[in-house]
């Protein structure tokens, strides 16, 4: 798929790996990661959690042969509370990726947007120079601490927010303009944009077309190959539904969030609350479903 749709960045996370680690087309990957994960030795818990941070860095470096620009690699979300042992992961990461010959201004390391989280990654990007990749972020208050926090990029979740939206009220279909995760997405970058914010807003997880046409002008959008091929067939001239000029004139007003008016702010969006603790389980559970494919092939 990268090599047909040629995008700029790519982006991973455990749900992906663990379906492509399941591919006989990759199968060599999770041979090298295992062999890996051996030869360093230790428990046998210590050479799974070695095997998982090479196969996760192993696919992150088949994807920068194909593309230009950074690959995003996550964290374990077992870790989404700990800030030290998401801060340690991170550096562990990039030093695997620095033992395969790629510097880290190529990487994105994606963090869970809970507040531990979001520390995290103000000291990776302070005091370690390491690009963070907030994820699983879907309230204006992540948002908010994420600009503060001076991380180089949030993936503000669309799809996700308009599944809560059509599971738990009485409306099941929404025009893109009025889809509750366009809108959420739309203030977010807004937001970032009347205060002079650097971070980058990258939209992510569409369910369809419409919201990524609604999203036009945004800094960056993660597509995945299905919906990339359905925009491919179209050929109609979009035009930026937003944009710094007229996030400029909105009315937001700038708030200050420290650790508890986060967690007020965030725990009063119920769908945030609900979506967040549900991707954290989500990724898990897939990172424990990887690491028991691991397991076999450590153990023989």
């Given at each position: 798929a990268i090599d047909e749709y040629k995008p700029l960045d790519a982006t991973t996370n455990p749900s992906l790996i663990l379906a492509a680690a399941q591919m006989p087309a990759y199968q060599e990957l999770v041979d090298d990661a295992v062999a890996y994960g051996k030869?360093?030795?230790?428990?046998?818990?210590?050479?799974?959690?070695?095997?998982?941070?090479?196969?996760?860095?192993?696919?992150?470096?088949?994807?920068?042969?194909?593309?230009?620009?950074?690959?995003?690699?996550?964290?374990?979300?077992?870790?989404?509370?700990?800030?030290?042992?998401?801060?340690?992961?991170?550096?562990?990461?990039?030093?695997?990726?620095?033992e395969a010959g790629i510097g880290k201004d190529r990487i994105l390391i994606k963090l869970s947007s809970t507040w531990e989280g979001i520390q995290a990654g103000k000291v990776l990007e302070a005091e370690y120079g390491i690009h963070c990749n907030m994820t699983l972020l879907f309230s204006f208050a992540q948002a908010v601490a994420c600009a503060e926090a001076g991380v180089t990029l949030i993936s503000p979740f669309v799809g996700r927010i308009l599944d809560w939206y059509v599971a738990n009220g009485d409306k099941k279909v929404y025009e893109p303009s009025e889809d509750p995760g366009v809108k959420s997405v739309t203030k977010i970058y807004n937001y970032y944009k009347k205060f002079g914010y650097k971070t980058?807003?990258?939209?992510?997880?569409?369910?369809?077309?419409?919201?990524?046409?609604?999203?036009?002008?945004?800094?960056?959008?993660?597509?995945?190959?299905?919906?990339?091929?359905?925009?491919?067939?179209?050929?109609?001239?979009?035009?930026?539904?937003?944009?710094?000029?007229?996030?400029?004139?909105?009315?937001?007003?700038?708030?200050?969030?420290?650790?508890?008016?986060?967690?007020?702010?965030?725990?009063?969006?119920?769908?945030a609350v609900e979506k967040l603790s549900d991707g954290i389980r989500k990724f898990a559970a897939d990172a424990i479903k990887l690491e028991r494919m691991l397991k076999v092939d450590v153990m023989s």
């Open positions: 030869k360093l030795g230790g428990s046998e818990e210590e050479q799974i959690k070695n095997a998982c941070d090479k196969l996760f860095v192993l696919f992150g470096a088949e994807i920068l042969k194909r593309i230009p620009g950074r690959v995003s690699t996550e964290v374990d979300a077992r870790l989404s509370f700990d800030k030290e042992g998401m801060i340690q992961r991170a550096r562990r990461l990039i030093d695997l990726y620095k980058i807003v990258m939209g992510a997880s569409f369910r369809n077309t419409g919201e990524i046409k609604a999203l036009t002008g945004c800094d960056y959008l993660t597509i995945s190959p299905k919906l990339l091929a359905e925009l491919s067939k179209e050929y109609v001239k979009l035009t930026p539904t937003l944009s710094i000029k007229e996030a400029q004139a909105c009315q937001l007003e700038k708030i200050h969030l420290d650790e508890k008016a986060f967690r007020w702010l965030h725990n009063e969006d119920q769908m």
